[in-house]
């Protein structure tokens, strides 16, 4: 029993001098090492020296790069080399190896240890910087600034629409840089420039109040079409023309710009009038002649129809319209005389009576004398009125008459037809040195047959051939 007892003893003496022993040898075999299962941010270190762990530490800086994530599913990279990314060893590492609890070194083979530190790297900012605007996203042909949403006239609607902003391209470069720098800091190898904000954005989108207030209000003006009938012409105001004449102040009010209206009534006018201006006739023999003088055409009231626009204006209206006229023609066909009037021939001193298109009478006459004080003058009239008998005066120093006629109807001051029964003949050339103090004298049936038909407001065209008209 002695015996076994001494063995016994012997036996755990021996175990235990195994067991100092092999502690002893695994603090010695870690002396100076990092125990096992260590990893310093992310890279196994284990039974590795300081100068060791801290290789391995500098060939993964000297790996590193960053990719920027950029918009349009584009990528770009910068890598260690191109910035002089290294690392720089601050004694970090080797205090970390030397604070391990060595006398536990046991422990380490079943409670794995990780450690994270700021590892001492360091870059070249004026590389950082000349590398950042080599970039494509820095590219002034592709990195586009953004455009804020905006309002456009679309000419196939007739309105306005909104158009859409355009996220663009740009960076904020401060914003850029600073993210960067903190990336590269932190050793991340990804930065994503969409999610981190570095990009310029629109000061305006689509959905902005503002913006599509004023659409509504301006598309209130532009929601017009006014058909102005001249006639078999038209002229057609729609939103293609208001447009132009809108503005708008800070507010959003919509404005009319002043004078636009007035402006496009007068276009009207200028375009349409007739009044005091020469225009083509189809004379009785087929040839064309120019009229002008006179006080017959068509007018547009100008004031007048410009006011009712403006009124209109507010009533988003679709309709036809005539203008508001001062003064209007019988007709807007051959010339705007129509096809009831007397033509008067100077020239020939022969004139044609027409009734809707039929020749009532025609006849040759005479006209004022080819005199400055006799000439009847050209141009395109009315009648006043007609009477019947009349007394014609004159009390003109020099130029004084009182002649008895039978039919009187006076259409340009004192000049008007009648009969002459004290002539002869008419016609030809006596006009030239013969003449009449300006009326146009008639053969007794042909003022009769017209005084028969004709009635007040009847058109008389008076022209000359040739320019023989020069007074």
Known sequence: MDKKKKWLKITLGIMALVIVGVYIGGIAAFHGKFLKNTDINGMDVSDMTVEEAEKLIREQAEDYQI???????????????????????????????????????????????????????????????????????????????????????????????????????????????????????????????????????????????????????????????????????????????????????????????????????????????????????????????????????????????????????????????????????????NGDMGDTYVEVDLTKQHLWMYKEGKLIVESDFVSGTMTPARVTPPGIFRLYYKKSPAVLRSTKPGDSYETPVSFWMPFNGGIGFHDATWRGSFGGQIFWNSGSHGCINLPYSAAQTIYQNIEKDYLVICFYRNGEYKY
Request: hydrophobic share 30%.
């Open 67 to 333: 990719t920027l994530k950029e918009r349009g599913n584009n990528s770009e990279t910068i890598t260690a080399e191109e910035i002089g990314y290294h690392y720089v060893s601050n004694g970090e590492i080797e205090n970390f190896q030397k604070s391990q609890p060595y006398a536990l070194w046991f422990v380490s083979y079943f409670r794995p240890a990780s450690y994270a530190f700021e590892t001492a790297v360091q870059y070249d900012e004026t590389l950082l910087k000349e590398k950042a605007d080599s970039l494509k996203c820095f590219d002034k042909a592709t990195a586009k600034a953004p455009e804020d949403a905006k309002m456009v006239f679309q000419e196939s609607e007739n309105k306005y629409v909104i158009k859409k902003e355009k996220q663009g391209a740009k960076l904020k470069q401060k914003k850029f840089w600073k993210v960067l720098t903190e990336t590269i800091s932190e050793r991340d190898g990804l930065l994503d420039l969409e999610k981190e904000s570095c990009y310029q954005t629109p000061k305006v989108t689509s959905d902005d109040k503002d913006l599509n207030q004023l659409v509504e209000n301006l598309n209130h003006y532009v929601d017009i079409e006014i058909t102005y009938c001249f006639g078999n012409q038209k002229e057609v105001l729609d939103g293609s023309v208001v447009k132009d004449w809108l503005t708008y102040d800070k507010k959003g009010k919509v404005l009319v710009k002043d004078g636009a209206i007035s402006d496009y009534i007068a276009s009207l006018a200028d375009k349409y009038d007739t009044y005091d201006k020469p225009r083509k006739f189809k004379t009785s023999d087929g040839t064309y002649v120019t009229v002008e003088g006179g006080s017959y055409g068509w007018k547009i009231d100008q004031t007048a129809e410009a006011e009712e626009l403006t009124k209109l204006m507010e009533e988003e209206p679709h309709m036809e319209r005539t203008p508001i006229f001062a003064q209007e023609a019988d007709s807007w066909e």
